[in-house]
């Protein structure tokens, strides 16, 4: 039963459709469709409207339409970067801009609600409670597509895996796409996300073979150089000289170098493998720089260096999913998206294993080639696999 007509039983009041004031908002664009990614559940947030926007992009440049995305949020939804300008209405506001809108986009929401009472088309995303409930109750049904795992929802209690992770953001830019008249052709299917994958970045790294402005945003902590890859001072001095820098690294730094540079070193990644220097951790311990350590051995190698850096931290360990290895190894055409990116002379990669095989890519949200499925299977959780499609 829809809440509307429990509360409608509950009071004795007819269900009529609501009259909404509008308020003017100005407007650029005439041809537009809006998702809308704000929320009033944390449990009804969407991780994958950056991924839905980037679908959508392609097969709206692809077919000439000049169609414009628009996205309202809020500060628990966020805005979602892919769309071509986002804002955060009220619902006047918002009730004013659905009356040209072609399509919505959106979770359990008021605009869901408002633009039922419009009859507009809709693609509705559920987590936090059962679409029946809660589906905009005015409108059309076959302007209506309803998006809601079989799981059962957590209502209003904290929900740590979000149900609503388990819709594919492919489907719903397909049903866009078929709502839109738009010719869909994205030829991948969603075979596991990792759980950090939903996260907005997971950090910019960078090959020492370039020097690129630091990054803005303090709370990503700084670029991450990876030494392990190209080991060259000369380029980390100069990349530590313009701002926060992280070093990745397996083997030792010259001291003096992150000693001048020491303001600008959140803290420094070791890589533990068989040849380490555990004296070098030592070092970098007693100047004050924070050390992060980790590991791609297997357990056992990695349990016998643990009382060498026993005195400086965990080593977190990235070993391979050998589930995933064993279900996947003779899979063909898997790709991936990783929620990180690494530079390397000017081009972007999705992974290190990319980046050895030069397979670099536009964007972030564009699939990158598996050519072994181990290369990828110590780091699933940041990463999106997909299934391209015969």
């Known amino acids: ?63 000439e339409s000049d169609i414009k995305m628009l996205n309202n949020y809020n500060e628990q939804g966020k805005e979602v970067s892919n769309s071509d300008i986002s804002f955060s209405l009220s619902g006047k506001q918002i009730n004013y801009m659905l009356k040209n809108c072609k399509l919505l986009i959106t979770g359990d929401n008021l605009t869901l609600q408002l633009a039922g009472v419009q009859d507009k088309r809709i ?27 079989k799981s059962t929802p957590s209502f209003d209690k904290p929900d740590n895996s979000k149900r609503i992770k388990l819709i594919h953001p492919e489907k ?13 052709d994205y030829p991948y299917e969603t075979i596991h996300v990792g759980e950090a994958y939903s996260q907005e970045s997971g950090g910019l790294e960078c090959v020492p073979n370039q020097i690129v402005p630091a990054p803005q945003d303090e709370t990503q902590g700084g670029l991450i150089y990876r030494m392990d890859l190209l080991f060259n001072e000369n380029a980390l001095a100069r990349q530590l000289s313009t701002g926060a820098c992280i070093p990745y690294t397996n083997k030792r730094i010259d001291l003096e170098l992150l000693a001048t540079y020491k303001r600008n070193i959140p803290y420094l990644v070791y890589r533990v493998e068989e040849d380490d220097d555990p004296t070098f951790v030592s070092d970098l311990f007693k100047m004050g720089i924070r050390i992060s350590l980790l590991s791609y051995l297997n357990k056992e190698d990695a349990r016998k260096k643990k009382l060498d850096y026993m005195e400086y931290g965990l080593i977190n360990l990235f070993n391979p999913d050998e589930n995933f290895i064993k279900k996947h190894k003779n899979t ?29 890519i536009n964007h972030r949200f564009e699939p990158t080639p598996v050519k072994d499925v181990e290369d990828i299977a110590s780091e699933l959780d940041h990463l999106h696999v997909l299934k391209k499609l015969d």
């Open 123 to 149: 693609i509705s995303l559920f987590g936090s409670r059962y679409a029946q409930n809660g589906k905009a109750f005015f409108g059309s049904e076959k302007n209506q597509v309803i998006f809601e795992p």
């Open 1 to 63: 039963m829809h809440v509307l007509e429990k509360y409608s039983l509950s009071t004795g009041l007819k269900i009529n459709p609501p009259k909404v004031i509008d308020e003017y908002t100005p407007n650029i664009f005439n041809n537009y469709i809006i998702i809308d990614s704000s929320v009033d559940n944390p449990n009804d947030v969407y991780p994958f409207f950056e991924d839905v926007a980037a679908i959508l992009r392609d097969h709206l440049v692809s077919n």
């Open 332 to 360: 063909k055409n898997l790709y991936y998206k990783s929620v990180r990116g690494l530079l390397s002379d000017g081009k972007i990669y999705a992974h290190e294993a990319a980046w050895k095989s030069d397979y670099s």
């Open 172 to 184: 719903v830019a397909k049903a866009a796409c078929e709502l839109l008249d738009i010719k869909y």
